[in-house]
């Protein structure tokens, strides 16, 4: 099975959303805005709205437990969901979280689990106010923890991850690579406030925002649609990597969770907060259409990068 193509059957069955859906599938996260709803405030740019998204972290897949610790796992749960609204611009709100517990844990194992996540949800003003729990009988089966956050467009309007414009900066928050093998894909820190800063520097300017969950090849090219004609063009050598890690594995090692930004041209913050802002490439149009979504220039040599990245499988 390939997990892109799947998304892609199931994103086309979908059908018609209804006119409470302004986002729908495809995107880091849904946007809607139920008839008869109030949001945002008067004037507001962005018209308001409830942002709502899912995602799970699985045994085996996402981390291996005796290596990574409960409370690692935990804070990773919440935080690579939080990692979407930042992608969105959009505030956190509340957290729901289900998960199924291996029969070898513990009360004690589930509570440091758990602390974990409320700790993490907290800190990012975005409780967990509810969930589901159960314990599989089958003494192999993975610790599963599915997480849904609920975000709200601030009154500068969310960010979708499409919006790509011919002659857009393309950028990146903080640094890349090497987050599996050092463990940072367990403690890093989602950048919504970051996101929110970017959103108000820049407000129009700021044409699309996915964050890097699968690699920046792969998540680069799933900010142009199929038909855009655009191409992003990156430069080897301007990004911001890691120490011991080479451009390959900026672009396709996975799991940083910074910020890939689409911008009007212009000027730029070097900093948001304390994390660095980074331009490293751009928007172009398409040379040809078999050309691919995304290239990275190494010297003389440019690359196809649009499927470098990885897939959530064991």
């Known amino acids: 099975m390939n997990e892109q193509d799947v998304l892609r059957r199931i994103f086309r069955e979908s059908g018609k959303q209804g006119s409470d859906v302004v986002i729908g599938p495809g995107d880091d996260m849904a946007l809607l805005r139920p008839e008869g709803w109030t949001f945002g405030s008067p004037g507001g740019g962005g018209g308001g709205g409830v942002l709502l998204a899912v995602d799970q972290v699985i045994e085996g897949i996402h981390f291996e437990r005796p290596a990574a610790g409960l409370d690692a796992i935990g804070h990773k749960a919440i935080a690579r969901c939080l990692s979407d609204v930042a992608a969105m611009a959009g505030r956190p709100v509340a957290s729901l979280v289900s998960a199924i517990l291996p029969p070898d844990m513990t009360d004690d194992d589930a509570m440091v689990l758990f602390d974990a996540m409320r700790t993490v949800g907290e800190r990012f003003h975005a409780p967990i106010v509810g969930g589901d729990l159960a314990v599989h009988r089958h003494p192999t089966h993975p610790l599963t923890c599915s997480v849904t956050v609920m975000g709200a467009a601030t009154g500068l309007g969310v960010v979708s991850r499409f919006g790509a414009k011919n002659g857009d900066l393309v950028c990146v928050t903080g640094a890349l690579g ?137």
């Open 178 to 314: 090497g987050s599996l093998d050092s463990g940072r894909h367990l403690s890093f820190q989602p950048r919504v406030g970051e996101a929110i800063m970017l959103r108000a520097v820049l407000g129009e300017r700021l044409h699309a925002m996915i964050d890097l969950s699968d690699g920046l090849g792969l998540d680069a090219s799933r900010m142009l649609e199929a038909d855009s004609g655009l191409q992003i063009e990156i430069d080897a050598d301007r990004l911001p990597l890691h120490d011991g890690i080479d451009w390959r594995g900026g672009v396709s090692d996975g799991e940083d969770y910074e910020l890939l930004c689409l911008v009007e041209d212009g000027e730029l913050p070097e900093r948001l907060l304390e994390c660095p802002f980074t331009p490293i490439g751009r928007v172009v149009a398409r040379p040809a259409a078999d050309a691919p979504a995304v290239v990275v220039f190494d010297g003389d040599a440019r690359h196809d990068v649009a499927s470098q990245g990885w897939e959530h499988r064991g």
